[in-house]
């Protein structure tokens, strides 16, 4: 039943001569994240192409280590960064993959949350990361 709706509505569109437009990709506005994080002074934003969660433990011994909470942190897929300004002054983790966009403030590439929990090397790496700038991201939380 919804099938044939569907197609009477395209083709009734049609007869008005109403083109309709498909999303290439529709996740880039599926998330609240793209406009909620402009309402924080300095977003940490945990750039993914797979799913990261903020309240994934590791994430949070993060964010804890760097005296962030929760609220502070968004997750976003590198194709909702290409829509943020340049001038933004914000602090991005690009989890798995090359950085394509550059900001004002930090910026850190790591290898996947799966290799980074399981390799002592990878986490080592960042937490040298982390310690490095740490004076800088402490200024997050003013």
Same mark, same amino acid.
């Given at each position: 039943m919804r099938t044939k709706s &569907? /197609?009477?509505r395209n083709w009734q569109l049609k007869q008005l001569g109403i083109t309709q437009w498909n999303l290439r990709n529709p996740l880039i +506005?599926?998330?609240p994240t793209v406009v909620d994080f402009f309402n924080h002074n /300095? $977003? +940490?934003l945990l750039i993914s192409n797979s799913s990261i969660q903020k309240y994934? $433990? +590791?994430i949070c011994d993060v964010a804890r280590s760097m005296n962030l909470n929760p609220s502070q942190l968004f997750e976003v897929i590198p194709n909702q960064v290409i829509l943020f300004p340049s001038k933004l002054n914000c602090y991005c983790w690009? &989890?798995?993959i090359k950085a394509t966009k550059n900001f004002l403030g930090i910026s850190f590439q790591t290898d996947p949350l799966e290799m980074i929990t399981q390799d002592s090397n990878a986490k080592r790496e960042l937490w040298k990361v982390i310690t490095r700038h740490k004076r800088l991201i402490a200024n997050i939380s003013d």
């Amino acid at each position: 039943m919804r099938t044939k709706s &569907i /197609t009477r509505r395209n083709w009734q569109l049609k007869q008005l001569g109403i083109t309709q437009w498909n999303l290439r990709n529709p996740l880039i +506005f599926q998330k609240p994240t793209v406009v909620d994080f402009f309402n924080h002074n /300095t $977003p +940490f934003l945990l750039i993914s192409n797979s799913s990261i969660q903020k309240y994934y $433990p +590791f994430i949070c011994d993060v964010a804890r280590s760097m005296n962030l909470n929760p609220s502070q942190l968004f997750e976003v897929i590198p194709n909702q960064v290409i829509l943020f300004p340049s001038k933004l002054n914000c602090y991005c983790w690009w &989890i798995g993959i090359k950085a394509t966009k550059n900001f004002l403030g930090i910026s850190f590439q790591t290898d996947p949350l799966e290799m980074i929990t399981q390799d002592s090397n990878a986490k080592r790496e960042l937490w040298k990361v982390i310690t490095r700038h740490k004076r800088l991201i402490a200024n997050i939380s003013d």
